[in-house]
């Protein structure tokens, strides 16, 4: 039996197929159009998804779809009915789309993929939930999911057992976690929904000078992590922007404007909305463990992103483990919809063993044979060596050794917004420069972004202050106290981006200003290739851990194809390419005719 799950509409939208109830493949639109975040209908991922299975929409059993658009529509209305007249402009601006479009998704679902069969919807959160717990290793566990909003709901929690959800309690709009992290995200100048992990990078140059300001007068926020926000200072239920003119005065100016300099203020109120977050999530993990009495917790939903609040609840050992699926954003509701559909609306058996998830390493997108990578660089004539694996894990090691970039490009697609070893750049986590030099030459990004790294996941414990595995890069940890590198007399009187190239660890390029990492443990069994780089990159060189970061630039999506892979390669200053098998030297390639010049398009020096 085969269900295809979709997402679509607000950001991310993706396509996921389930067989049997086993997870093929997934992917994000965005991959296949290259436009970031791309909302649209997932035609071109739907079309991969059943291409991988060799199968025609005809051979679909059910289509399930992420979220109730008629639930959602109705909030719409009800919200700018309560505020009216004063939402005419954004009301104005909404309707067109819905009457023309998100009305009609069983239509439009139908018409797009050429389908006539079944179609069902289930709630956001319910999609959320599902994606966190049915993919989980637990036979039961309890459920916490939190993003901007669903329908009408921006946080819940429940309890997942064997093969059923069950959504016990949730906050409604317009009061949201989610909301008031992205207020910060936009007073801060970043972009909503796609700049809120600046905020968290951000957060350890500031100070937590806000908090009480947030508390006292943002946010009514409860024991039991259930809050009401001040909707007085907030502008997104009936306006355009986040924040409102009272926000604006009670944080003394207008928003940051994008691309301008940073100052410690924004440092500041970054270091404070993350406090404030992790404060929530934690006194909502207590009251679901008091409520639920399990002893795991799933987490999915955009908040379950923020990797910092994930090690802060595994730290305080609320729960005996945690469990975050790593398409946590939308993107996800299309997994957590077709498995919804085949173990709840099929009543289908789920077998979980305690220790292994179903997700495959997330390693769920398409993947590219030698002969098509051979075919495209020998029909554009470009240079390259053919390498054994032995060679290959070998050379590349070397390379990274002696402070080279490297696009490294193998296997399947990840699903989620982390790069995980299959669509990476990777540098030496040892070098003091590599961390400017990646964020400058390679992606083109803010200087003050961190990057992770991945080690073998049997050495995680001999670098960071970690005792399990974290193979999607959703936790966060202190660097191994042995490693660190104190700060002298003068480096501590340095604020804000001055601590930027004050070397912390013996792994500088990957240790964040406070001494955490976002971690990445690579598993021999998941990712045979990539462990196999590191474990000869420990052996010839001294050291299990890497940089990993995303293949491509700022403001475009990870990389998806030879093609993709190649361009990116060529308009940034990384100094080798691995395409599956095949080794490119930037020395050995022409210039690209259709050149794009980034230093302009990102007003970099």
Same mark, same amino acid.
């Given at each position: ?91 104005? @601006?909404?309707?067109?789309?819905? =009457? ?5 998704? +069983? &239509?439009?679902?139908?018409?797009? #993929? !050429?389908? %006539? ?91 937590? @000078?806000?908090?009480?300001?947030? =508390? ?5 926020? +409860? &024991?039991?992590?259930?809050?009401? #926000? !001040?909707? %007085? ?373």
């Amino acid at each position: 039996m085969y269900i295809l799950g979709i997402s679509a509409y607000y950001h991310d939208s993706a396509a996921c197929l389930v067989k049997d109830g086993e997870i093929i493949s997934a992917a994000q639109e965005e991959r296949f159009s290259r436009k970031k975040h791309d909302s649209s209908f997932p035609g071109n991922a739907a079309k991969y998804c059943l291409q991988y299975a060799k199968i025609s929409a005809e051979d679909l059993e059910l289509v399930a779809f992420y979220d109730k658009p008629f639930l959602k529509f109705e909030r719409i209305l009800e919200s700018y009915l309560a505020y009216a007249p004063r939402g005419i402009k954004s009301f104005v @601006k909404a309707m067109p789309l819905w =009457i023309k479009q998100k009305l009609w998704i +069983k &239509e439009v679902i139908k018409k797009e #993929l !050429n389908y %006539e069969g079944k179609v069902i919807f289930t709630e956001h959160h319910e999609s959320h939930a599902a994606s966190a717990f049915f993919p989980s290793p637990f036979k039961e566990a309890a459920i916490l999911t939190a993003d901007g909003v669903g329908e009408w709901t921006t946080s819940s929690f429940g309890i997942g057992e064997n093969n059923r959800i069950e959504i016990l309690g949730d906050i409604k709009f317009p009061h949201s976690l989610g909301l008031l992290y992205s207020a910060f995200t936009y007073y801060t100048g970043f972009k909503v929904n796609s700049g809120e992990y600046k905020v968290m990078g951000l957060a350890p140059y500031g100070e937590p @000078k806000y908090v009480d300001v947030i =508390i006292d007068k943002l946010i009514d926020l +409860k &024991e039991d992590g259930s809050f009401k #926000l !001040n909707m %007085e200072y907030f502008n997104y239920v009936a306006g355009l922007t986040m924040t409102g003119k009272k926000f604006n005065e009670l944080f003394g100016g207008p928003p940051r404007k994008p691309e301008s300099k940073l100052t410690q203020k924004e440092m500041d109120l970054a270091r404070s909305v993350q406090e404030v977050t992790e404060e929530i999530m934690l006194r909502m993990s207590r009251f679901v463990k008091k409520e639920t009495g399990k002893k795991y917790l799933c987490l999915a939903g955009g908040v379950a992103l923020n990797c910092v609040a994930n090690g802060k609840i595994l730290r305080e050992g609320i729960f005996d483990d945690i469990w975050i699926q790593p398409a946590a954003g939308d993107a996800g509701g299309a997994l957590g919809a077709a498995l919804f559909a085949w173990h709840q609306y099929f009543g289908n058996k789920r077998e979980a063993d305690g220790k292994n998830d179903f997700q495959k390493g997330s390693y769920l997108g398409p993947e590219f044979t030698e002969d098509e990578i051979k075919k495209f660089l020998d029909e554009n004539e470009i240079e390259y060596k053919k390498l054994s694996e032995e060679q290959l894990t070998d050379v590349t090691a070397d390379l990274i050794a002696g402070e080279n970039v490297i696009g490294w490009f193998q296997g399947r697609m990840e699903f989620g917004p982390r790069a995980l070893g299959n669509r990476s750049i990777l540098g030496d986590a040892r070098s003091p420069k590599m961390q400017s030099k990646m964020n400058l030459k390679i992606k083109f990004r803010e200087s003050f972004r961190p990057f992770a790294p991945s080690v073998l996941e049997e050495k995680v414990s001999d670098y960071f202050e970690l005792d399990r595995p974290s193979p999607y890069m959703l936790l966060v940890a202190e660097i191994k106290r042995e490693r660190q590198i104190k700060m002298n007399e003068q480096s501590q009187k340095l604020f804000g981006i001055e601590k930027l190239n004050v070397p912390r660890s013996d792994i500088p390029a990957v240790t964040h200003v406070d001494y955490t990492a976002r971690i990445q443990t690579v598993n021999k069994e998941a990712n045979p290739l990539y462990h196999k780089l590191l474990s000869t990159f420990e052996k010839k060189h001294g050291s299990a851990v890497l940089v990993n970061t995303s293949f491509n630039v700022r403001g475009e999506p990870i990389v998806c194809t030879p093609e993709d892979a190649y361009k990116c390669f060529m308009r940034t200053e990384m100094d080798y390419l691995v395409l599956g098998p095949f080794l490119l030297d930037k020395k050995d390639q022409r210039p690209l005719e259709e050149d794009v010049d980034w230093r302009k398009i990102f007003a970099l020096d």
